[in-house]
């Protein structure tokens, strides 16, 4: 026993000692010549040699040879699996119940929701038959080697004295497939004096753990019969313990004896740990590369790519792809171009899965187009999920309305290898469909629209829809070239939405011509969000603001806070901000004298303190240089505020002392921004319109930055024009 564990390091190895002294093994007949401690010695050597090969081709991992050098160890990087029971799986919740569950929970990610999740070594640890389903990359293969590895440890989780026998299910091609022979191959690798004996003597004991990986990828022909050879053989040897695993969809019918156990999609614990396992190093550490990682990807605008870290196959792309960057492509269609290719041909290929013969006649980027086209038509419906029938009749129109598609393929089958080979479209419920991600439906959709060239239909229809708004950001990047016509279209578009207000064009003037200096978009952005600040005066808000409660929402403080992202966006200098940041404060004593008048538990002490202090950002800014306003205005404007502030009637006062507090601070700021009263009092149409127009606008920076290519004279030619009235016509 010493000599394995000073070989091999900690690793338990008494199932092998008790292998030696097994009835039929110990017995001379099976020694043949060798004496006892001659045969004691060559079972160690086998058994050292089994172990460290278990521990050198089961225990390391290198999921995509293209990207990754050098094989990880299982150990460094393995991430605690969770596993959702049978009844988990099974739903029947109907298609209008599933968009409900997810519309309610509000996050990315069809996931299991609020379903229970158990530790997977747990039951792996306390289930003699174990089925473990799930997707394509979720880590089957990885928990089933694990599971062994924590049976050799000394003090592993999986607390049975077995040997694990890895078993490849790909491998089971004859037509005669003998399981028992299969498992004594592996032993007699390693030059196990009498393999055979040693395995029944094993067997009889219960001493092994078989572990059949990848029931899915028999090839279809044997299917059936390696099924029945392996109920029967953990019939006939049922005080082993087996673990097999399947992709969900090809699941067909569970085993007897088994514990169907689903693994879980990672939720945000497990894609922090995984995370920080991946960059673990000691230099990682010094730098603070997986903080800087996990921050990065916890940014609002990686929501669509943190979704796919979801899955283990494609997080460990998103590791390879922040490793060797350092940062994520903000260019994202690039991106989830890879990660669908991934999915779709690169990880069957490399476990050398033999594909559909569905295929041969069905080329890869037939199929992408079909997937896009089931993507937008979805998608324009509004519907994440759907019926087989709805995914069947639109298979069944675009392979016969494509001039090179095989006349033979059927569209039930289509979808069955699409599902089970691939994983791109999911059965969530019973005859209820949704794609693996929403951020390759969104992708797909994105690719649909630039394939069939609908760029305008997609404005016309889905400009202000926020449910669409990564679906522009795609099409800009797979526009290449082109992008600057979508940029061009969503100007004309949001021109149109202010078009119909006098007003709205006036205030929109204003910002464009009434400044110290240069005519920049984020200053010309920065004035709009400043008189849109000072305008919900007469606007009742809603939401919360640092704290501070507000009833009621209006379409005016969306259009005032999207003005503030355009700001931003533009990289602005601070002094922008903070006056920005200063007229914010108008919304915010609108709301608190509000609730004072409702009578609303507000202390002076509450109520004064919020903005006490709401003048010093104007202050400092007029002791700098600033092309905004001109130094005489931010000199008043400060001086003003501060005055204002001493002069607070308190909540005990009158409530039309407390409104026209407020309306006295309003003017203020509308005399420094040389506006009058009735410039900035707007309708719910017009305020409405014009959220609308900032949206677009903010919407059109960002696809900018999305684009693969512009051309700089072109956008600037663009930009210029941007948030005035100047529609580029004499250009």
């Not at 691939?422 to 693996?436: C, K, N, P, W």
């Amino acid at each position: 026993m010493a000599l394995f564990e000073s070989a091999i390091g900690g690793v338990a190895v008494s199932v092998f000692d008790q292998a030696i002294k097994a009835g039929k093994y110990a017995a001379k007949e099976i020694r043949g010549a060798y004496s006892k401690t001659q045969h004691d010695q060559r079972v160690i050597a086998a058994s050292k040699a089994y172990i460290e090969n278990y521990l050198k081709w089961q225990c390391q991992i290198k999921i995509m040879p293209g990207l990754m050098k050098e094989p990880l160890d299982l150990e460094k990087i393995y991430t605690t699996v969770k596993l959702l029971d049978d009844e988990s799986r099974r739903t029947f919740l109907g298609l209008e119940e599933l968009e409900g569950e997810y519309r309610v929970r509000g996050k990315r990610g069809f996931g299991s929701g609020q379903a229970e999740r158990l530790g997977g070594m747990e039951v792996a640890n306390s289930k003699q038959f174990l089925m473990v389903l799930g997707g394509p990359g979720i880590g089957k293969s990885t928990f089933l080697r694990k599971i062994g590895l924590e049976t050799l440890k000394k003090e592993g989780q999986i607390q049975r004295e077995c040997i694990p026998v890895f078993l490849e299910l790909k491998k089971f091609r004859e037509e005669q497939i003998d399981i028992k022979q299969k498992i004594i191959q592996e032993f007699d690798k390693y030059r196990f004096p009498s393999a055979e004996a040693l395995v029944d003597a094993s067997l009889e004991q219960g001493k092994l753990l078989i572990l059949f990986d990848g029931l899915d990828e028999v090839p279809s022909q044997t299917l059936n019969y390696a099924i029945e050879q392996i109920e029967d053989f953990v019939d006939r040897y049922d005080n082993n313990s087996f673990v097999a695993s399947c992709r969900i969809a090809a699941y067909r019918s569970s085993f007897r004896r088994f514990t169907d156990v689903t693994i879980a999609e990672f939720d945000n614990g497990q894609i922090e740990q995984f995370i920080d396992r991946w960059f673990g190093s000691a230099e990682d550490e010094a730098l603070g590369t997986a903080k800087k990682y996990r921050e990065l990807l916890s940014q609002d605008n990686h929501e669509a790519t943190k979704e796919l870290a979801q899955t283990p196959l494609l997080l460990t792309f998103l590791c390879l792809v922040y490793d060797r960057e350092q940062t994520l492509p903000s260019k994202r269609s690039t991106l989830y171009e890879r990660a669908l290719n991934i999915i779709l041909h690169e990880w069957s290929a490399q476990k050398r899965i033999k594909r559909d013969p569905i295929y041969e006649g069905f080329h890869s980027e037939l199929e992408k187009l079909l997937l896009a086209k089931i993507a937008y038509d979805s998608f324009k419906q509004d519907q994440l999920f759907f019926s087989k029938d709805y995914v069947t009749e639109r298979i069944t129109d675009f392979l016969s309305d494509t001039l090179d598609a095989p006349k033979y393929l059927n569209a039930d089958e289509v979808l069955e290898a699409i599902e089970v080979q691939q994983g791109i479209l999911v059965e969530r419920a019973t005859d209820a469909y949704s794609f693996s991600h929403l951020t390759l439906q969104e992708y797909l959709a994105a690719l649909h629209v630039v394939e069939t060239q609908m760029e305008r239909e997609l404005i016309t229809e889905h400009l202000v829809d926020e449910s669409w708004r990564e679906v522009f950001l795609l099409v800009s990047g797979l526009m290449s070239n082109r992008s600057i016509q979508l940029f061009t279209a969503i100007d004309q578009q949001a021109r149109a939405f202010i078009a119909p207000y006098p007003k709205l064009q006036k205030f929109v003037n204003w910002a464009a011509v009434n400044r110290v200096g240069a005519s920049e978009l984020s200053q010309r952005a920065a004035m709009l969000a400043i008189a849109s600040a000072v305008s919900i005066g007469d606007t009742k808000a809603g939401g919360n603001i640092d704290g501070i409660p507000i009833h009621y929402l209006s379409k005016l403080d969306r259009a005032r806070a999207i003005a503030t992202d355009i700001v931003r966006a533009s990289d602005p200098g601070d002094n922008t901000l903070s006056i920005i940041s200063s007229a914010n404060a108008v919304p915010i004593v609108r709301a608190i004298v509000d609730d004072i008048g409702i009578g609303d538990s507000i202390s002076d002490h509450s109520a004064v303190g919020h903005f006490n202090n709401i003048h010093i950002d104007v202050r400092n800014a007029a002791c700098s240089e600033h092309h905004l306003l001109n130094t005489h205005s931010l000199t008043m404007i400060s001086a003003e505020l501060s005055k204002h502030i001493s002069i607070f009637p308190g909540r005990d006062a009158p409530f039309y002392a407390l409104d026209e507090w407020v309306q006295q601070l309003k003017n203020i700021w509308i005399v420094a921004l040389c506006l009058d009263q009735e410039s900035v009092h707007f309708s719910y149409e017009e305020a409405e319109a014009l959220q609308k127009y900032f949206y677009a606008n903010e919407l059109l920076i960002q696809c900018k930055e999305a684009a693969i290519r512009v051309s700089r004279s072109e956008w600037e030619a663009l930009e210029r024009r941007l948030l005035t009235m100047d529609d580029g016509a004499a250009e």
